[in-house]
Nanobody
């Protein structure tokens, strides 16, 4: 399972750290990606952290504001977002794949956590 948490209402310019708790598998064996999808819009891939190396990749649109990290001991992956803007309002999801590559499909998804950016 994957369970996201940490979403909420935040003012523009604020920051949040989203968490993704993994159970049933080890983070050093799988990649974890972060995605978001707002109502009526296509989903966006945001970032990915590789299982074996911990290396990260980011979508160009989020570089500099989004940071993915993990705590292997806690089986937790994080997505920190800074300088939040109203257009960041979305449901955020984590998902599992064999590696951060388009060769591999994401086969396990969390239920999502809602982030709302508003004054």
């Amino acid at each position: 399972h994957l369970v996201e948490s940490g979403g909420g209402l935040v003012q523009p310019g604020g920051s949040l750290r989203l968490s993704c708790l993994a159970s049933g598998f080890k983070l050093d064996s799988y990649a974890i990606g972060w995605f978001r999808q707002a109502p009526g819009k296509e989903g966006d891939g945001l970032s990915c952290i590789n299982g074996n190396t911990g290396s990260t990749v980011y979508a160009d649109s989020v570089k500099g504001r989004f940071t993915t990290s993990r705590d292997i001991a806690k089986n937790m992956v994080y997505l920190e977002i800074t300088n939040l803007q109203p257009e960041d309002t979305s449901a955020y999801y984590c998902a599992r794949a064999k590696a951060c590559s388009s060769e591999y499909k994401y086969d396990l998804w969390g239920q999502g956590t809602q982030v709302t950016v508003s004054s």
